[in-house]
């Protein structure tokens, strides 16, 4: 129902929270996530310019009058481009859209004196709609200047979630950065196996078909991506090191047949999940028959 009305609003445009606001510039607007924005904030009926790499000759006219600038570059580029711009209105709202936030934040808050704000939309480019979508927002300077934009998206559909900067980028190692390098290198094991994926699947339970497709679309998607999530937090090699160490363990009771070592391991680990183990169980079991009645092959 949500994603219906949703849907049919995308068509029409948006409620527009902030009318008064000048145009909105989005640095890398002509990417996929800058160019989703580009299409939300016009159907909600604010001004969008684009200023992506071949620009900033223009860059002063595109900037001179901005209400709100949105840096959705590369995450390698982010810092530079953010130092790249001239001095904005000091009403200005500065934001971005990185995946990492405590350098973003922190380069945006010594380039400019006015508003400031970190975004994370928890999202792909490819979304039919925000709806049940998350963003993360990292509070930068003048709350009060940017309220508008944050009951913008929640008008898009999205729901918001408030965390500093560190709390986000240390989240962030685990729900990205390891999950993504885990499905990385699960993938490689496959494709090094000589696996038969064909023949997989014909073995597969529906619930291998989900892990496997929730490894698979990983490499449907754009390799640089993954390698700036991975690669750019500033921890990563020491994560990874720690989950090859913890490989390593259970390697060690592999070794020497230690099934008992093995069982006593697995209910220490299941007494951590607690009761959150049974709630996953629950959920996959509705997941998995709602995949099933969807697949297409
Ligand atoms: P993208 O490569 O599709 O877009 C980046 C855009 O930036 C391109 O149009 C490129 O031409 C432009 N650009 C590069 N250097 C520039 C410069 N110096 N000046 C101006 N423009 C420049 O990448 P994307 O997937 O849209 O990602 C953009 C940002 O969004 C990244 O910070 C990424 O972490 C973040 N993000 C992406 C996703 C996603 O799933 N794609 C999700 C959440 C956050």
Not at 41 to 47: D, K, N, W
Not at 57 to 74: F, M, T
Not at 152 to 171: F, K, M, P
Request: hydrophobic share 45%.
């Amino acid at each position: 129902m949500m994603r219906e009305s949703y849907a049919s609003e995308n068509d029409v445009g948006f409620k527009r929270v902030n009318p008064d606001l000048g145009p909105v510039v989005i640095v890398g607007g002509a990417g996929k996530l800058g160019g989703l924005f580009a299409q939300l904030f016009t159907l909600s009926g604010y001004e969008v310019r684009i200023l992506d790499q071949d620009d900033w000759d223009n860059a002063d006219a595109l900037l001179k009058d901005a209400g709100a600038v949105v840096v959705s570059v590369p995450i390698e580029r982010t810092e530079a481009v953010i130092q790249r711009l001239p001095q904005l209105n000091p009403d200005c709202l500065l934001l971005d859209l990185t995946s990492i936030k405590q350098a973003p934040l922190a380069a945006m808050l010594k380039a400019h004196p006015g508003p400031v704000l970190g975004l994370h939309p928890m999202f792909g480019p490819d979304v039919a709609s925000l709806a049940k979508q998350v963003v993360v927002v990292c509070h930068g300077r003048d709350e009060a200047a940017y309220q508008w934009l944050l009951q913008q998206i929640q008008i898009w559909g999205a729901r918001l979630h408030e965390a500093t900067a560190s709390e986000h980028d240390q989240a962030m190692q685990l729900v990205q950065a390891m999950r993504h390098f885990t499905a990385f290198v699960y993938g490689l094991h496959l494709k090094r196996e000589h696996a038969d994926i064909e023949q997989l699947l014909q073995f597969s339970s529906p619930i291998y078909r989900l892990e496997l497709a929730m490894v698979g679309r990983l490499f449907a998607q754009d390799p640089s991506l993954y390698a700036d999530i991975i690669f750019a937090q500033p921890d990563a090699l020491a994560r990874a090191r720690h989950y090859l160490a913890r490989y390593q363990e259970a390697l060690a009771l592999l070794e020497a047949g230690d099934k008992a070592g093995f069982c006593a391991q697995f209910a220490d680990v299941a007494e951590w999940f607690g009761d959150f183990a049974q709630q996953f169980r629950n959920e996959s079991a509705n997941m998995l028959m709602v995949a099933n009645d969807s697949r297409s092959g």
